[in-house]
């Protein structure tokens, strides 16, 4: 058994997160093949998030949908990127508003900056932003809406 508790943490978080989700968080060990270790976290998390819907072409609007990951230490100490071995997948199992909405399964990435709040100016911390859409449901708020009220 592997002690975690002495490990390097890349302190990472949920940016855009509202109030306290769910989180299950997976720790494996793997050897390559000249047997250097390396540590992998993986999180399964589940919420509500944070996110400015533009409602210019209301009810026929495609909406961004992100989650932005960031971590606790500086830039100078971490930088963020997409692993290509495990690419990002979409639950649309679990989405619950697919009645008012189509989530599609195109999925972008972005690595960001992030100003550092309290401390010097000129510090950074590491984001990266995955984003999915979703195209509003017209009909629904057409039927449900204006001719229901």
């Not at 990472?12 to 299950?24: P, W």
């Not at 008012?100 to 900056?113: G, P």
Request: hydrophobic share 35%; aromatic share 14%.
């Amino acid at each position: 058994d592997y002690d975690w508790s002495k490990s390097w943490t890349p302190k990472l978080y949920i940016e855009n997160t509202i109030g306290e989700g769910k989180e299950q968080v997976y720790q494996m060990i793997s050897f390559n093949e000249v047997g250097h270790a390396f540590l992998f976290e993986k999180r399964r998390v589940s919420g509500v998030f944070l996110e400015n819907l533009e409602l210019n072409h209301f009810p026929f609007d495609v909406q961004d949908l992100t989650i932005t990951v960031a971590s606790n230490l500086s830039s100078a100490e971490i930088r963020l990127v997409n692993d290509p071995d495990e690419p990002h997948r979409i639950n649309k199992q679990s989405f619950v508003d697919e009645q008012e909405w189509f989530l599609y399964k195109h999925i972008d990435t972005e690595q960001r900056e992030l100003a550092c709040e309290y401390a010097d100016q000129s510090s950074t911390r590491p984001a990266l932003s995955v984003k999915c859409r979703a195209a509003r449901r017209p009909a629904y708020f057409i039927w449900n809406i204006f001719l229901v009220t």
